[in-house]
């Protein structure tokens, strides 16, 4: 439709200001969409009662664009650039100045081929990224450091309809990552990481209630060598009820990046791969036609989980978290609407079995928001968690 503008601002605590605009559209094939955004805050010192405080400045830009040709194929672009700003603290012992900055430059190109009456979309991507890390340490080891890191790779995705409402997804995807770290001036090797992989699902509409996915994919990382994942996953809704039952369980692998193996304060070149397996299963009532509740379980297992702790990455042995989350969303007006959810967690280390750093146990979010006009929402948001551990 015609040009769109939004703007939104925010304010807070410790001198903390957000603001985003945007404008979006679509005329005669052509479609765009482009956004600004801005952040920052003074912060606040990690050392109690310390001097210095720790701030942050956030900038960027992203857009995308696209132009239809016919029916059948469509091409667009995408990108942006990324520019943050952050001070942080040598160690957790000192209250010093220190400063990281953060630039980065992504964009994306695909053409989507949509064929045999619109049953089958071909989709193909070719990506790209440049990102640069420096770090500002006037009393750490490494007083100056960087990292540059390139990533760029191409996929190919089908998505073939069958019998109506089924769908067969595949496709195939490559990716290469190139880094290279300098310390106090000295500039290091470079370093490469090349990714293949393959993957596959099908959605299966059993009845009109009843859905089943099964998807698998394998990669072969180099370094690590190849490692197969697959989900499995049921939904099912009792329409006179307003009811839906869903589940899943499946398995994951993660090969630490070039940074978390490589950076000159943080890496560890003795990761190994991350794997995991786990399932979920929950319930999805409707009451009424303003209210509804859900509730849900979740168990993962990790082998190697890749973990910062100390002063860096490292593995960790074996890891679990299990957990439980409730919701609830009312709507009393048809211009108001409210929510809450609860999420209890255990996040253990399997080693030691002490609670994960940075995962709490209890947490809780309610929002509201208010449709004053149909161009003004106003809205508000509360989150509340209890104490987790830091061992950074």
Do not use: C
């Amino acid at each position: 439709g015609p040009a769109k503008i939004t703007a939104m601002t925010e304010a807070g605590s410790y001198q903390t200001f957000r603001q985003q605009a945007g404008i979006s559209g679509a005329q005669d094939g052509f479609d765009y969409a482009l956004t600004a955004a801005h952040s920052q805050t003074k912060g606040f010192s990690r050392i109690y009662a310390g001097p210095e405080k720790d701030g942050a400045e956030q900038a960027s830009i992203t857009g995308r664009g696209g132009y239809r040709f016919n029916e059948t194929f469509r091409l667009g672009v995408s990108g942006g650039y990324q520019h943050l700003e952050s001070d942080f603290d040598p160690s957790a012992t000192r209250d010093g100045p220190a400063v990281a900055t953060s630039k980065k430059l992504f964009g994306r190109v695909d053409g989507t081929a949509t064929l045999l009456d619109g049953r089958f979309e071909n989709i193909l991507s070719l990506t790209a990224s440049d990102t640069d890390r420096d770090y500002d340490e006037p009393l750490g080891f490494y007083r100056t450091s960087r990292y540059e890191g390139q990533t760029y790779g191409a996929e190919y995705q089908g998505n073939l309809t069958l019998f109506g409402q089924d769908v067969l997804t595949g496709g195939l995807s490559t990716r290469t990552d190139k880094a290279r770290t300098t310390t106090n001036g000295k500039a290091g090797p470079r370093f490469s990481q090349d990714t293949n992989s393959v993957f596959g699902q099908y959605k299966w509409k059993a009845t009109e209630a009843f859905t089943v996915t099964l998807g698998g994919r394998y990669d072969d990382v180099e370094s690590f060598g190849g490692k197969g994942t697959y989900r499995l996953t049921g939904a099912y809704r009792i329409a006179s009820t307003g009811t839906t039952l869903r589940a899943s369980y499946g398995t994951g692998a993660k090969a630490p990046t070039l940074f978390q193996r490589f950076d000159p304060l943080y890496g560890n070149r003795a990761l190994d791969l991350e794997t995991n397996k786990g399932f979920d299963a929950g319930i999805e009532q409707e009451i009424g036609k303003t209210l509804t509740v859900s509730a849900g379980v979740f168990h993962t297992r990790y082998r190697n989980l890749i973990q910062y702790q100390g002063l860096g990455y490292t593995n960790i042995g074996r890891a679990t978290m299990r957990g439980a989350e409730f919701g609830v969303t009312w709507k009393p007006l048809s211009d108001l609407s409210l929510a809450a959810n609860y999420t209890y967690l255990e996040a253990e280390d399997g080693s030691t079995d002490q609670r994960l750093p940075r995962r709490p146990k209890h947490t809780v979010n309610l929002t509201a928001d208010y449709a004053v006009t149909e161009k003004w929402q106003v809205g508000g948001a509360m989150r509340f968690v209890t104490e987790q551990n830091d061992n950074s």
